[in-house]
């Protein structure tokens, strides 16, 4: 598209086949020999130079039956210019072809947030040694506000629980995460491989309260018919663990730090809750129909590579005692 004097766009109709039929012509002087460097018909090499002529108003040669082709002014002129764009559009398929089969421009991934410190970080650095042209935005949150941000394609992919998904989310499984009690260090079950909820339900409970996650750990007490004593509530994990660690009371969590302690210093202890429980599922969460960028695969499957049951960076192992 040009400008035209009136000030709009006018439409230029010519090919870059066209302009290389000419090139070839302009090169060699002779239709039968652009012809056969092109592998095209002579009548579409002569067609091809005749709609450019008509295009662009312009003589590009004078023609002689018994001695060949011969390029004018314009049509010298016209050649280099010719020349120029089809090495420009050479330069713009290699380019094409780079983005298409090299992983590099923006990834934005959501994570959840009591899996953020333990996971993404290592996560992130192995990714980014694989393909250091990804330019890479994490963001955090809970369950609701990162598939929020997936409906509204802020966001590109989660990695987060399967917990109240919509029917236009896609969720791809990759880990389950049993629940377990946090307790203090010294608490008397501490040592114990399993604990049922009813043995501990009259003491202090601390919430993690962040949208959909307080209702699943809520959800296992009235499964149980039973209430818990909710001393204290915090969205932020770290502080439900400061609180146990303190003495406060005992949380339920699904996320095992390789630290066993809280941020205070003090130390903590995990046990398995005992009983049928179903555990979560963590996994990458994305919108259904997104065209996925090569840097969405490539992420996709470095996360299906990193992340397993027996193996979640940034967490303890289970070990029953």
């Not at 333990?118 to 330019?135: E, S």
């Amino acid at each position: 598209m040009v400008f035209g004097h009136s000030g709009r766009f006018q439409a230029m109709r010519f090919t870059l086949k066209q302009l290389s039929y000419f090139v070839a012509a302009g090169e060699t002087g002779s239709v039968t020999l652009a012809s056969e460097r092109a592998n095209i018909s002579q009548p579409s090499i002569s067609s091809a130079i005749s709609q450019l002529e008509a295009e662009f108003g312009l003589q590009l040669f004078v023609r002689h039956h018994s001695q060949g082709l011969f390029l004018t002014e314009a049509g010298e002129r016209f050649l280099r210019a010719a020349k120029a764009l089809l090495s420009q559009a050479e330069e713009l398929r290699e380019v094409a072809d780079e983005v298409a089969n090299t992983v590099t421009g923006p990834l934005q991934i959501g994570s959840f947030r009591t899996l953020a410190p333990l996971l993404v970080p290592g996560l992130c650095r192995t990714f980014l040694d694989l393909y250091p042209k990804v330019h890479l935005t994490v963001s955090e949150g809970d369950e609701a506000s990162l598939l929020g941000r997936l409906q509204r394609a802020e966001i590109s992919l989660a990695l987060t629980y399967s917990l109240h998904l919509t029917a236009d989310l896609e969720f791809e499984p990759l880990a389950q995460l049993p629940t377990y009690l946090l307790l203090p260090a010294n608490h008397p079950f501490a040592g114990r491989r399993r604990v049922p909820l009813q043995d501990i339900v009259h003491e202090p409970f601390i919430l993690l309260d962040m949208p959909l996650s307080s209702d699943y750990f809520l959800s296992l007490f009235k499964r149980a018919n039973l209430t818990p004593n909710i001393a204290a509530r915090s969205d932020y994990p770290e502080t439900v663990r400061s609180y146990v660690a303190s003495g406060f009371g005992y949380s339920l969590l699904t996320a095992r730090p390789a630290n066993q302690s809280a941020l205070n210093g003090l130390p903590l202890a995990y046990v398995r809750l005992e009983g049928e429980y179903e555990p979560m599922m963590l996994g990458i969460a994305t919108l259904k129909g997104l065209h996925k960028s090569r840097a969405i695969e490539a992420f996709e499957a470095h996360c299906r590579a990193t992340i397993s049951t027996d193996l979640l960076p940034g967490t303890a192992p289970w070990q029953d005692r």
